[in-house]
T-cell receptor, first 112, second 107 residues
Framework: GAGVSQSPRYKVAKRGQDVALRCDPISGHVSLFWYQQALGQGPEFLTYFQNEAQLDKSGLPSDRFFAERPEGSVSTLKIQRTQQEDSAVYLC??????????FGPGTRLTVT | SQQGEEDPQALSIQEGENATMNCSYKTSINNLQWYRQNSGRGLVHLILIRSNEREKHSGRLRVTLDTSKKSSSLLITASRAADTASYFCATDLHRSFGAGTTVTVRA
């Protein structure tokens, strides 16, 4: 594909529901990042993969957040038992190792 | 803590003027990157400067890096309305962005 794609673009979840957000990185990009961006703020790092290995998950805010990239390409960010404070835009980015990151359009999650 | 911190938080300029924003970071880096985000959209990579570079140009953009002061600046020359956006810096090793500088270019 031409760039990083994310789906769904918008997700409304009732509090307590589980959600799964998908990221399709640029083909061949080794590194994949997830960020959480609240309104008016910069992206906050969540987790980082190099191929299928999750090398850094220090930014995941709680054990309700889980990310995987089982075959080293597509990644899924799962949030269990969503809370209102989880409402944000979730951005995915990919890169070739430590070079510039290419961002997807984001998934806007609203928890009601 | 945030690795990249942008300054000022907001900037309003007239079309045709230059806009300068700064970024500070805390630890050693391999490279520093600047990104732009238009309202409601994803981030777009603007320019990457490596730790052994002091200045880099790309079109109307000029980036400087001072590793001794752990700071970088982004200059946009001859600004246009389309430059209205938030600008973020990020470093390679810590993958963190600051709150950004919001630039408004008035016609």
């Amino acid at each position: 594909g031409a760039g990083v794609s994310q789906s769904p673009r918008y997700k409304v979840a009732k509090r307590g529901q589980d959600v799964a957000l998908r990221c399709d990185p640029i083909s061949g990009h080794v590194s994949l990042f997830w960020y959480q961006q609240a309104l008016g703020q910069g992206p906050e790092f969540l987790t980082y993969f190099q191929n299928e290995a999750q090398l850094d998950k220090s930014g995941l805010p709680s054990d309700r957040f889980f990310a995987e990239r089982p075959e080293g390409s597509v990644s899924t960010l799962k949030i269990q038992r969503t809370q209102q404070e989880d409402s944000a835009v979730y951005l995915c980015a990919s890169s070739f190792l430590e070079s510039e990151q290419y961002f997807g359009p984001g998934t806007r999650l609203t928890v009601t | 803590s945030q690795q990249g911190e942008e300054d000022p938080q907001a900037l309003s300029i007239q079309e045709g003027e230059n806009a300068t924003m700064n970024c500070s970071y805390k630890t050693s880096i391999n490279n520093l990157q600047w990104y732009r985000q238009n309202s409601g959209r994803g981030l777009v990579h603007l320019i990457l400067i490596r730790s052994n570079e002091r200045e880099k140009h790309s079109g109307r953009l000029r980036v400087t890096l001072d590793t001794s002061k752990k700071s970088s600046s982004l200059l946009i020359t001859a600004s246009r309305a389309a430059d209205t956006a938030s600008y973020f810096c990020a470093t390679d090793l810590h993958r963190s962005f600051g709150a950004g500088t919001t630039v408004t270019v008035r016609a």
